[in-house]
């Protein structure tokens, strides 16, 4: 077999997306501090494109998400979008697009069988917020200011918004934020279940940093198969789900994390799993 052949996917970075595999993780630093990192559509597929890759690449045990600055993101950059060429877009141009960027991004977090970590910071609006909401784990520095603009922008929300922010926050809190536009400070986000934890902005590294390496010592097929479980079951009935959890449970039985949980046991031994 050739080297080629061995090889895992090549991450490369674009310009406002740094792509980074530092052993078993993947790191994605949204990279437009002068623009709040807002996302524009060479960012979005290429977020797509790492994300999709690191999913089905076994050297990958763990995916951080963050942004370089004084701010996670401020959204995505549709006024660039909307200067480009100065032709005004025909008629259904967000309906052909958004499938192919936001809808499509944002379901890839919450169903990729890779742990997502996100780091948030200053202003986390639209889909950074949608991406901090969709992270598996988020930590946000103590001056994270979440918020969905669109009822003050004058449109809908987008990215799976109105879908996630109920279930993670109770319908009336997500009206509070989608409605009236409400601006959600890190204490209060943790406090709701918005996020799981926050941390001053001098610790925001430190505090990732443990999250992210645990998860990447951890028994990463079953990881993996119990962030779907959970994905699912969201609007799975009973019976679907325990046939679900049965399946997941046959799977992961079967790695080789499991025999090692096993033999850590009756060793009265912590566990050294190797993600496979």
């Known amino acids: 077999m050739s080297a080629s052949e061995v090889a895992g996917p090549a991450y490369e970075s674009v310009p406002g997306l740094d792509v980074v595999l530092d052993g078993p993780v993947l790191r994605l630093t949204l ?26 690449d076994e050297a990958v045990r763990v995916i951080l ?12 950059d549709i006024v660039a979008r909307n200067a480009a ?18 809808h499509r991004l944002i379901p890839l977090i919450c169903s990729v069988q890779t742990p997502v970590v996100c780091a948030v910071q200053g202003w986390t609006t639209g889909i950074g917020l949608a991406l901090a909401v969709a992270a598996d784990v988020t930590v946000a520095a103590a001056d994270t200011r979440f918020w969905a603009p669109f009822a003050e922008r004058g449109f809908t929300p987008d990215s799976g918004l109105t879908w996630l922010l109920p279930r993670r926050v ?6 509070r934020m989608l409605l009236l536009g409400e601006r959600v400070d890190a204490a ?19 505090a990732t940093g443990d999250v992210v390496a645990r998860l990447a010592a951890g028994p990463t097929v079953g990881l993996g198969l119990t962030k779907w479980l959970t994905h699912v079951g969201a609007w799975t009935n009973l019976d679907d789900h325990l046939r679900n959890e ?18 850590s046991f009756a060793a009265k ?4 799993f190797k993600g496979r």
Request: net charge neutral; proline share 4%; aromatic share 6%.
């Open 65 to 76: 998400l963050r942004g370089n600055g004084e701010n996670f993101c401020g959204g995505a």
């Open 188 to 206: 209060t986000a943790v406090d709701w279940g918005l996020v799981h934890a926050a941390a001053a902005a001098e610790d925001l590294d430190a």
């Open 246 to 263: 049965a399946f997941g449970m046959e799977l992961s039985s079967r790695s080789e994390d499991f025999r090692e949980g096993l033999a």
């Open 170 to 175: 109770g319908e009336v809190r997500a009206r």
């Open 31 to 56: 990279d437009r501090p002068t623009k709040r990192n807002a996302i524009n559509d060479t960012m979005m597929y290429a977020l797509i494109d790492a994300i999709t890759q690191a999913g089905t």
């Open 269 to 272: 031994r912590s566990p050294n």
């Open 85 to 102: 060429g100065g032709a005004r877009p025909r008629a259904g141009s967000i309906q052909r697009r958004l499938p192919y960027q936001a």
